[in-house]
T-cell receptor, first 113, second 107 residues
Framework: ETGVTQTPRHLVMGMTNKKSLKCEQHLGHNAMYWYKQSAKKPLELMFVYSLEERVENNSVPSRFSPECPNSSHLFLHLHTLQPEDSALYLC????????????FGPGTRLTVT | EDQVTQSPEALRLQEGESSSLNCSYTVSGLRGLFWYRQDPGKGPEFLFTLYSAGEEKEKERLKATLTKKESFLHITAPKPEDSATYLCVRGSYIPTFGRGTSLIVHP
């Protein structure tokens, strides 16, 4: 497998469920990102893990919790989500921090019912 | 205040009809200006990085240029397969994406 992969590709969950999104990069990069893409809105950065440092967008609700066990794997843990959290969640990686080009996965389409 | 503003929001071209997409950005703390292409249902695909005013980069029918406050993505003689949303990204401690320009090229 090459590039950046994400699983699952589609997820439907109720507001009381707990689920996790997984991302894996096979590019030898050392920074990984989670983005949210909602209809008619620009991509919104949620979290960055770079050189073992975590940066988060302060507007992200605590019901989203990231985990980065190593430089190749990234998770987004979801719990008690709201319908407005329905969106495409994209993972990306880069060699170096936010001043470098990013390579994106195909995304997970999340629907909260 | 938006840090990245793209125009037009949507653009329809005939095959072979050249045009330009615009991206204006705030300069403070800039760590590069990036262009990506996004097809429906897919993640963005990296196209170009520009770091200094006057810099230009080309790839097939696309050329990206950078001034002190704007970047342009020029599309020369586009083909239907160039249809996509083109995203401008301000590189910074927290990267900022524009809303994109949706390009449709009719055969």
């Amino acid at each position: 497998e090459t590039g950046v992969t994400q699983t699952p590709r589609h997820l439907v969950m109720g507001m009381t469920n707990k689920k996790s999104l997984k991302c894996e990069q096979h590019l030898g990069h050392n920074a990984m990102y989670w983005y949210k893409q909602s209809a008619k809105k620009p991509l919104e950065l949620m979290f960055v893990y770079s050189l073992e440092e975590r940066v988060e967008n302060n507007s992200v609700p605590s019901r989203f919790s990231p985990e980065c066990p190593n430089s190749s794997h990234l998770f987004l843990h979801l719990h008690t989500l709201q319908p407005e959290d329905s969106a495409l969640y994209l993972c990306a990686s880069s060699l170096g921090g936010s001043g470098r080009e990013q390579y994106f996965g195909p995304g997970t389409r999340l629907t909260v019912t | 205040e938006d840090q990245v503003t793209q125009s037009p929001e949507a653009l329809r071209l005939q095959e072979g009809e050249s045009s330009s997409l615009n991206c204006s950005y705030t300069v403070s703390g800039l760590r590069g200006l990036f262009w990506y292409r996004q097809d429906p249902g897919k993640g963005p695909e990296f196209l170009f990085t520009l770091y200094s005013a006057g810099e230009e980069k080309e790839k097939e029918r696309l050329k990206a240029t950078l001034t002190k406050k704007e970047s342009f993505l020029h599309i020369t003689a586009p083909k239907p397969e160039d249809s996509a949303t083109y995203l401008c990204v301000r590189g910074s401690y927290i990267p900022t994406f524009g809303r994109g320009t949706s390009l449709i090229v009719h055969p």
